[in-house]
T-cell receptor, first 111, second 111 residues
């Protein structure tokens, strides 16, 4: 079935690292994505990882993929107040162009 | 031009009105999407157009009618909506089957 799960809330101190976790169910997903949504705005594609990769790094962002456990994580280094937002992971079951989103993790960054 | 634009930004309509949401992209993407996002929920796919043809309809009620006049434009025609249809309507586009880029959305209120 299609189901993506995330923890709903994460609070971190400015300058610390944030780790947002996600589990997905469909092993046929070719790509897995992380999107960011600020209040009242659309979704911003942050990064994605191809299913045959274990890790992808892009500046402050590191994505880890454990395909055996169907676990995806997003690490944000040196978290800033501008990183406060909702972060959605998404899978593409069956390899088709249909994004299935998790419920979203609200990241709150405090001084 | 690397963005997806949506108009209007906000829309208030009565249950007997007919209105349209518009989406435009000039990135040469061949797939375009409509998503619906209720408050505090993830986006849910409504429709997918691929090469200007409707390829996915996620059992959306007929009071929502999509249209793709050309490869750059996507419309969503609204008629006889219900108050529970109030939501943020997001348009996205993609090249091939990955990296969907989202517009800022239209916030719809049905009275």
């Amino acid at each position: 079935g299609e189901d993506v799960e995330q923890s709903l809330f994460l609070s971190v101190r400015e300058g610390d690292s944030s780790v947002i976790n996600c589990t997905y169910t469909d092993s046929s997903s070719t790509y897995l994505y992380w999107y960011k949504q600020e209040p009242g705005a659309g979704l911003q594609l942050l990064t994605y990882i191809f299913s045959n990769m274990d890790m992808k790094q892009d500046q402050r962002l590191t994505v880890l993929l454990n395909k055996k456990d169907k676990h995806l994580s997003l690490r944000i280094a040196d978290t800033q107040t501008g990183d406060s937002a909702i972060y959605f992971c998404a899978e593409t079951p069956g390899g088709y162009n249909k994004l299935i989103f998790g419920a979203g993790t609200r990241l709150a960054v405090h001084p | 031009d690397t963005e997806v634009t949506q108009t209007p930004k906000h829309l208030v309509m009565g249950m007997t009105n007919k209105k349209s949401l518009k989406c435009e992209q000039h990135m040469g993407h061949r797939a375009m999407y409509w998503y619906k996002q209720k408050a505090k929920k993830p986006p849910e796919l409504m429709f997918v157009y691929s090469y200007e043809k409707l390829s996915i309809n996620e059992s959306v009620p007929s009071r929502f009618s999509p249209e793709c006049p050309n490869s750059s434009l996507l419309n969503l025609h609204l008629h006889a909506l219900q108050p529970e249809d109030s939501a943020l309507y997001l348009c996205a586009s993609s090249d091939r089957d990955n990296e969907q880029f989202f517009g800022p959305g239209t916030r719809l209120t049905v009275l």
